[in-house]
C-alpha cells in the first residue's frame, strides 16, 4: 500500500491516463483527491492519443491541484502574518514561491517611501545585487521601468521586450547587464487603494504572461499587500502606544485609564505617588474607590452620556490611601481601543490652588470692608465739607445783594470766589462718587477734553498769572473718561509744566492729541 505522496514521485502524465483507465476511474479519482489535498505541485500534461474526456479530467484535476496548492500557501502566508513574522522573511516566502510555481522567472517586490515618490528595495533574493542596488530609490513616473510606471499610475504594467518600449529606454543597459528582456509589474496596493509598492515578475526572455499568469501575479501582490499593510499598521501601533507610555510616564498630573464600568486599566507612576498605592493595588481598583464626590452610578450615568473626542474638565475629590482627601481638576476624554470604550483622565492636585484662592478671597473680603469703611467716611467727611461751601455760597449771594454798589474789580473777586465754592462742591460730589469703588465704566461717559481743559485752566489761573504762563491747545477729542480722573490729570500734569520752568522765561504748554488707527487709541502729548 502506497500513500498519496509516496504515489506523487514517479506520477507522470501517461500513467495518470493508464491508471485512469485501467484501474478503475473511481478509485482513481479518489487517489488523485488525495493527491490534491496533500499540495504536491504535479503537472498534467494532455495526451491528445487517450481520448477528449481524458484530457478535460486531466485538465480539471491541473487547476484543482494549482488551487490547492495556493490555498495552502495562502493560509501560510496568512499564519506568518497573524504571528507577526518579519516583513522581510513573509515577502521573501512569497516571491520565492512565485518563482517555484513559474519556473525561469525572477521576482521582486519594491516598496513606496513615505513621500509616496521613490521606490525602495523590499525583497528580490533571484535577482543579481548589482541590478538592486541600482534601482533602490527608484523614483516613480511613466517612464520610469516597468515598476515605476505601474506605481506612478497604479495600473498593471507589461512589458514584453524591455528593449522596445520608451519606459525603459534609461534601465536597457542595466537590464542587459543583468540578462533580463521581460518586465511585469503590479502595484501593491492598500484595502484603501493606496499604492504601497510593486510586485514584479521578471524573465531573461521575452514574454508576455498568459491570463493565468496575470491572475497569479494579483494574487501574489494581494498577499503581499496584506503583509505589508499589516506590517505599518503594527509599526504605527507600536508607535503610538511608545508615544503614550512616553506621555504617561513624563507627565506632570496622574493619568488614570478606565473603562465604561469604571475598572481601572492604566495608571502612571505620578497617580501611583498622589494617592500613596502601588501600581498593582490600583489595578484591581475602580475609579469609585479614589473618587469621593459622586458614586459609582452618578459616574457611569456620566461616562454613558459622554460624547466621542469631548473633552471636559471636572472637578472633583480623591481620596489616598491613608484615607486623606485633596481636591483635584480632571481632564475628562474619551477613546476607543480595540473596539472597546476607554476614558483618559488627566488629573492635578488643586490642593495649592484652592489654598491661594481662599487666602485670595479673604483678601477681598477684607477689602470690601475696607472700601466701605472709607465709603462711609467720605460721606460723613463731605457733609462737614459742604456745610462751609454753603455759607461762603450763601454770604457772597447776600453780599451782592446787600452792596449793590461794589466797584466792578470787587464784584470780579466776588464771582471768581463763588464759581471756585461750586467747582469746590462738584469736586466733593465726584470724590464721594470715586470712594464707593464702583467699576471704572459706571464713572465713565463721553467726555469733551476742550471743556475739561477749560475747567483746568480756570481752576488754574493764579497760577498762570503769577508764572506769565500760555495754555495752548486744539481739535482735543471725545472720549469715555472718568470726569474726575481727567480734571485731576491734566491739572496735575499742567501744574507741574508751570510749577518747573526756566526763571524769568514764561512756560508755554502745549497740548497736542494724536489718534493712532492701527491701536484705535488717542495719544495726547504735553
Sequence with gaps: TRSPRDWSSDVCSSDLVWLVISRGIVSRINYLIDLILSGENVGFQVDKTSGDEIGKLSKALSTLMTDQRQLNFSNEILEDIARTDELGDILEKIVLWYESENKGSFCSVLLLDEEGKHLVNGVAPSLP???NESIDGLAIGPNEGSCGAAAYRNELTIVKDVRIPLLWVDFRKLAEKAGLRACWSQPIVSSKGKVLGTFAVYYNVP????????NFIKFMAYKAGLAIETNYQEKALKESEERFRNFMVHSADAIFVHDA??????VNQKACSDLGYSREELLNMYVSDIEINCAP????????????????????????????????????????????????????????????QEKLQVYADDLKRSNQELENFAAIASHDLREPLRKVTIFGDRLSEAEPHLSAKSKNYLNRMQKASLRMASFIDDLLKYSKVSTSKDLEAPMDLSKVLDLVISDLESQIALTKGEIKFSNMPVINMNSHQARQLFQNLIS???????????????????????????????
Design 297 to 356: 452610578e452618578q459616574l457611569k450615568d456620566m461616562w454613558r452620556d459622554w460624547s466621542y473626542n469631548a473633552t471636559e474638565i471636572v472637578q472633583g475629590c480623591h481620596r489616598r490611601k491613608d484615607g486623606t482627601n485633596f481636591p483635584v481638576e480632571v481632564h475628562l476624554s474619551q477613546t476607543t481601543m480595540q473596539n472597546k470604550v476607554y476614558f483618559l483622565a488627566s488629573v492635578r492636585d488643586v490642593s495649592e490652588r484652592k489654598k491661594a
Design 207 to 214: 514574454k508576455g504572461p498568459t491570463e493565468e499568469e496575470l
Design 261 to 266: 464600568e469604571g475598572k481601572l486599566i492604566d
Design 496 to 526: 507741574n509744566a508751570l510749577k518747573f520752568h526756566k526763571k524769568e522765561i514764561p512756560p508755554i504748554v502745549n497740548i497736542i492729541s494724536l489718534y493712532k488707527k492701527d491701536e484705535e487709541v488717542w495719544e495726547i502729548k504735553i
Design 129 to 131: 545585487s548589482f541590478y
